[in-house]
């Protein structure tokens, strides 16, 4: 019990989510136990991989401070898809596709960082703009319609899984966050984040670099919508010029329910891990007990204002 | 942190555990709408409901809030997962079902299409409400005959990403290039899913272009808005619109004379058809060249060449028979 | 300093005015069909609902504060205002229903961020999605479509020779500019703009300041449903949802700081009037609906840069810890 209270107090956010799963998990079992089998789990972790890179991205610009925040990423992963399938039916090699998704990505990322820091724009501003930028133009260039051609050896890793776990997940999304969870507590690089997003002025003060870091974070960030693009292509088979679609609402809502603060400088990507995770499974959960699916994103939006009222009361005690 | 981790763990071997298949007394058919909340949609709902109720089989309607199609594969990936017999998908484009292809075959799952078509990615069977080329034709003929045969027309579509929309256009700019050489029709431009752009578009282009002489809605939330439309330019009579329209969402500009006619099937009678091909394949039967439903008159087509079972000629409304229906 | 500034034209609304004014002008160079009193007409309609939404926008922007579902909120509001009209109630029962419904959405989205302190763009992301669940369910599927036409005809009227719908604007401006202008209210948005703690030290009560630009913008989206619904007569369940954004790009276009403590209300307009004017212009000189978007970015990225050539941006991007 004391073990649950001082966990309260040091994550409670992630103690929430973990007890709202385990009541979501139980629910299942209890009025549709018939589901809870292994293709219901590879499918949670499957739909995870997506918007896990993607929400990963976005806590570590938002981290880092400064407003940062990235509204390009549904764009991003578009336009990355569009592009790399445009490259390879225009003759590259099909070994080059996972090279040149997260090259395309990381660019779009780096001009939203080279905006950010060295024109000194807003970063909601900014990636607005590009936001409007990158979803029209994969819309423009391919007049709407999906590309298809994906080669086949990518669609096997795509759709594989290893024993339970999807091959993405496994070879992407697992990795992805292992590093960043490294990163972020053992480097100094991950103390340089914190507390430039927690207090930027005086991060500069003692020296650290902010604006580059913050370059490489935006860049950082378009790579991991990169990845995404990539897991899509080789999931879905085509390059949808929409499939980014909702994903920076979507992003966001995993980040701020993970217990990155708006703000920065505060919160943990194993919150953003578990918020993604809970939310695909809410998802599931509600449509294996036949609820209407128009109430799916009214019940996220209620869940992430009750989560942060939650952190609220946590802080107000301690 | 650990202690956490462990509770997820635990609860995850849980779920692995308590695996197994399920067998249900009456055999279920799914559909999966583009999108939920739209009348069409919801027509086709009703009439998979009474079909339902005549064929014995319980019948699950279930689709995405926004035109995406991940949240459209995760909801059919869900149905297999509750191993659903039969599911039928107005798919919005193939990849909303080819990645699940392969796992509804090893689960001797029947997922096939109906409304909107998903060629060549092993599906059972296309329910089809026309010929992607029927609706295509007819909408230019009716509205050739109205305007003449060297008007200028305009395209207004919904969202660029939707298949089957892009395929009807297809088959319009065939048929006016093929039989109407004196007919200009304009690029198609798209409103995405708001009535509001439509209308926006539709006003754009009636001012570009003055000699404008009709306009076509291609997604159904694009009718109000061109409706709208010319009934705020006061071009009725001017303009002759029309598009892919149920009775009801276009009666009153029908009326107005803003619309002068427009082109549907009974969406009803087509979730009807899509729960009585589900119920087939769950029975195993094979589909006829012509096949009796009960509650159709005439039979039902199959060309077993392309998989596509026909729901017949799309129905023409006007000012005459609009009142005759109801969804 | 700041108030000083939402009257006489500061560079940036300059540059927008003369924007503006290149565009007509290019436009109507290209186009024969642009300069008509029609084509003209048909923007400022299209205009209405952003004006009036951006006008809301840019009081949260100018506090330090944002709202992302004011699409939504115009929806279900417009479903009121709907439900009103097709039951009879009359025109004028149904052009109040708007700004009501509005405001008691607005009432709902200031206790989320003023009493339960939730950094606002995080609270309204998260009424975004109850308000787009309410629409589905109070519509229920069926749209509502082929509406009386009691309040589009009063609507499209005009007084002395100016469309009602212009009238109605400059009344909304006119309130706002002497709230800001000739009333506390103004100088104290502002100060909680560039820091709530100072404000709070200084003797201003930031939690009522919040609260009402909260309520005022919920009204002010409602006003909006209204105009909505007696132009377009129907209601389906997309309805506003790209408008939030498109709200936000024509407010930060205009000159309003998205950190609070500068506004321009003359800039919203201009900023509206751009975005609008483009749109219009560029379909009629025959360029694909689906590069629109892309305009809009690029012009928005365009401006930034405008500033920045001109050294007019703070150069300080540090952000404030909040109180």
Redesign the interface.
């Known amino acids: 019990m004391s073990a649950l209270l001082g966990a309260w107090r040091n994550q409670p956010v992630l103690l929430v989510l973990a007890l709202l799963w385990v009541g979501l998990i139980s629910a299942i079992a209890l009025f549709q136990p018939h589901i809870l089998n292994v293709y219901t789990f590879t499918g949670i972790l499957q739909f995870a991989s997506i918007l896990a890179l993607v929400s990963l991205g976005q806590s570590l610009v938002i981290l880092a401070g400064g407003a940062g925040i990235d509204l390009s990423v549904g764009g991003n992963v578009s336009l990355t898809a569009v592009l790399t399938m445009m490259a390879l039916v225009a003759g590259l090699d099909a070994g080059w596709m996972p090279l040149l998704c997260v090259a395309i990505g990381a660019g779009l990322g780096l001009t939203n960082g080279i905006l950010v820091t060295r024109l000194g724009f807003y970063p909601l501003i900014v990636t607005l703009g590009t936001f409007y930028i990158y979803s029209g133009v994969a819309l423009a260039l391919t007049g709407g319609s999906a590309i298809s051609g994906v080669p086949t050896w990518s669609l096997t890793w795509g759709r594989g899984s290893w024993g339970v776990i999807p091959l993405p997940f496994l070879t992407l999304v697992l990795p992805a966050f292992i590093m960043a969870a490294i990163i972020l507590s053992l480097t100094s690089w991950g103390r340089w984040i914190y507390a430039m997003g927690y207090n930027e002025r005086s991060a500069r003060l003692v020296g650290i670099p902010v604006d580059r870091v913050r370059i490489l974070l935006y860049t950082l960030g378009g790579a991991l919508s990169g990845l995404a693009a990539l897991v899509s292509l080789a999931w879905l088979g085509s390059a949808r010029p929409n499939i980014g679609v909702n994903l920076e609402l979507e992003s966001l809502t995993a980040a701020m329910l993970g217990g990155i603060a708006i703000f920065g400088g505060r919160g943990h990507v194993f919150g953003v891990f578990a918020a993604v995770i809970l939310l695909v499974t809410l998802k599931t959960a509600m449509l294996q007990m036949g609820f209407n699916t128009v109430l799916q994103v009214g019940v996220v939006g209620l869940l992430l204002i009750l989560v942060l009222l939650a952190d609220r009361l946590s802080q107000h005690r301690g | 942190m650990l202690k956490y981790l462990k509770i997820l763990t635990s609860a995850s071997a849980v779920a692995m555990l308590s695996a197994g298949a399920f067998a249900q007394d009456t055999p279920r058919v799914a559909f999966v709408p583009q999108i939920v909340g739209i009348p069409y949609f919801n027509a086709m709902e009703q009439g998979g409901k009474d079909a339902a109720e005549e064929f014995g089989v319980e019948f699950i309607y279930t689709g995405p809030v926004d035109t995406n199609p991940i949240d459209q594969l995760q909801i059919v990936q869900n149905l297999i997962a509750q191993g659903v017999e039969a599911i039928a998908v107005s798919v919005l484009d193939a990849s909303s079902i080819a990645p699940v292809v392969e796992q509804a075959r090893a689960q001797d799952i029947h997922l096939y299409t109906s409304d909107s078509d998903a060629p060549d990615s092993g599906r059972a069977v296309y329910v089809a409400q026309a010929t992607d080329e029927g609706l295509g034709y007819t909408i230019i003929d009716e509205l050739v005959a109205r305007v003449g045969e060297d008007a200028k027309i305009g395209i207004v579509s919904g969202e660029a990403t939707a298949s089957n929309l892009n395929a009807w256009i297809g088959f319009m700019q065939e048929r006016v290039a093929e039989r109407y050489p004196n007919v200009t029709l304009l690029e198609p431009q798209f409103a995405g899913g708001t009535a509001q752009r439509a209308a926006q578009i539709a006003t754009d282009m009636m001012a570009s272009n003055p000699d404008l002489k009709g306009i076509i809605a291609v997604a159904s939330t694009t009718c109000p808005g061109v409706g709208q439309a010319i009934e705020t330019a006061n071009r009725i009579g001017e303009v002759v619109g029309t598009g892919y329209c149920s009775p009801n969402t276009a009666r009153s500009y029908i009326k107005s004379g803003a619309f002068g006619f427009s082109v549907l099937w009974d969406p009803a009678k087509l979730g009807y058809l899509t729960v009585w091909a589900g119920k087939q394949l769950i029975d195993g039967n094979e589909f006829q060249a012509e096949n009796e439903v009960t509650g159709f008159d005439e039979p039902i087509a199959y060309d077993e060449a392309t998989g596509v079972l026909l729901l017949g000629a799309p129905a023409v409304f006007t000012a005459e028979n609009v009142d005759d229906f109801d969804f | 300093m700041n108030l000083r500034r939402i009257l006489t034209l500061s560079s940036r609304e300059l540059t927008l005015a003369a924007a503006c004014l290149v565009a007509i002008i290019a436009f109507s160079m290209v ?1 024969d ?2 300069g ?1 009193a ?2 003209l007409t ?1 923007i400022l ?2 205009s209405v ?1 952003l004006l009036l939404i951006g006008l809301g926008m840019t009081l949260l922007l100018a506090m330090g504060g ?1 709202d ?1 579902s004011v699409g939504v909120a115009m929806g279900l509001a417009a479903i009121g205002v709907g439900k009103v009209l097709a039951a009879g109630f009359g025109a004028l029962a149904a052009a109040l229903v708007g700004p009501l419904v509005g405001a008691a959405l607005g009432i709902v989205t200031a206790s ?1 961020v003023v009493l ?4 606002p ?3 309204t ?6 308000f ?3 629409i ?2 109070w ?1 229920g ?3 509502l ?2 509406l009386p036409t009691d309040l589009t005809a009063i609507v ?1 009227s005009s007084f002395m020779g100016v469309p009602l719908m212009a009238w109605t604007i400059a009344a909304a401006y006119l309130v706002i500019w002497v709230a800001l202008r000739r009333t506390p209210f103004g100088p104290h948005l502002l100060a909680v703009g560039n820091s709530e703690t100072k404000a709070r030290l200084s003797g201003v009560s930031v939690r009522k300041v919040q609260f009402s630009a909260f309520v005022i913008n919920g009204a002010l989206c409602g006003l909006a449903a209204t105009f ?1 619904v007696a ?4 209601v ?7 408008l939030a ?1 498109e709200a ?2 024509a407010v ?1 276009l205009g000159g309003t700081s ?2 609070g403590g500068r506004c321009s209300l003359v800039g919203t307009v201009l900023g509206v009037l751009l975005i609008r004017i483009l ?2 212009g560029l ?4 360029v ?11 012009l ?2 365009a401006v ?2 405008l500033d ?1 050539l001109s050294g007019r ?7 404030r ?2 109180a």
């Open positions: 186009s069909h642009f008509t029609t084509n048909t309609r299209n609902e944002i992302v989320v339960g302190r939730i950094p763009i995080v609270a992301l998260g009424l975004f999605g109850v787009r669940t309410a589905f369910l519509l599927g069926q749209w479509s082929g499209s909505y132009t377009y007569r129907n389906e369940m997309s309805i506003g949802s790209t954004l936000i790009a930060v998205i950190l749109q219009n379909l009629l000189v025959g694909p609906s689906l590069w629109q978007t892309v305009v809009t970015g690029g928005l990225i930034l840069c920045a941006m703070p150069v300080s991007i540090w952000r810890r909040p």
